[in-house]
């Protein structure tokens, strides 16, 4: 079974490539399944410091808030945003906004 944190880096690894190839084509089915991506390996990652620190998120629908808990416990509940311009011009945050 692979690691979480390496689950994590492949999750990231995939959504970079498949939102700079949405932007590139103007496919933005293909940006949303980037950041779909993007978000589970922050997910993954989480878990991973949740195990790593000796917890365990909770299962199903309790997950989100149990990560947001351990988030906000550890410091980090507000991450800042970052942003890049892809080829075609438009402006994407970590938070998957983007703006054309």
């Not at 970079?16 to 496919?27: D, K, S, V, Y």
């Not at 993954?44 to 998120?57: C, K, L, S």
């Not at 199903?60 to 080829?87: K, N, Y």
Request: glycine fraction near 6%; include cysteine.
């Amino acid at each position: 079974m692979q690691p979480l944190l390496d689950v994590a880096r492949t999750f990231l690894q995939t959504a970079r490539e498949e939102i700079e190839q949405g932007f590139e084509a103007n496919i933005y089915v293909k940006v949303r399944d980037g950041a779909e991506k993007a978000w589970n390996a922050v997910a993954q990652a989480t878990d991973h410091a949740m195990r790593v620190r000796g917890r365990t998120p909770l299962p199903g629908r309790d997950s989100h808030r149990d990560r947001r808990e351990f988030l906000e416990e550890i410091g980090r509940s507000a991450l800042p945003a970052t942003s890049r311009t892809s080829p075609s011009g438009c402006t994407a945050t970590s938070s998957t906004r983007v703006r054309l």
